[in-house]
């Protein structure tokens, strides 16, 4: 079985050697960029199986590197999963609406943060098997 691959876009290298460290704790391919527009082009470099995105990403932020993905035909496929330390009401309906496939609060839970990547990775595959022609 191939390693699902993950690319991790976050500014803070706390938070990004974190989930680095869970994620290829269990048998994940991780990539990493540190700002939105580098994650953009990494995304289109390797498609990975899932972009976990930091929305508070200085310069552009991860909604508006959320809304790029999705309006590009290269990566419109991609699992968009968006992960902010906002956990106010309407923050997850915020990202949902920018084109996110999901959305985590910070700090990570490491006990089911694997996990949790895996369960979005599934979601996602299995809305692009249903909504494609056959």
């Not at 082009?41 to 932020?61: F, N, Q, T, Y």
């Not at 009401?89 to 609406?97: T, V, Y």
């Amino acid at each position: 079985m191939t390693r699902k691959r993950i690319l991790i876009v976050e500014d803070n290298l706390l938070n990004l050697e974190l989930a680095t460290d869970l994620l290829l704790a269990n048998g994940f391919a991780v990539f990493s960029a540190q700002t939105a527009e580098e994650g953009l082009r990494m995304a289109r470099e390797i498609s990975p199986d899932l972009v976990l995105m930091d929305l508070g990403l200085p310069g552009m932020d991860g909604l508006a590197a959320a809304k790029a993905l999705k309006a590009n035909p290269a990566t419109r496929h991609l699992a968009v999963v968006g992960h902010s330390a906002h956990a106010m009401k309407g923050d997850k309906e915020i990202a949902l609406s920018a084109g996110c496939d999901g959305y985590l609060t910070k700090p990570i839970q490491t006990r089911t943060f694997a996990e949790t990547i895996t369960r979005f990775i599934a979601s996602a595959s299995e809305r692009q098997t249903t909504s494609s022609p056959r």
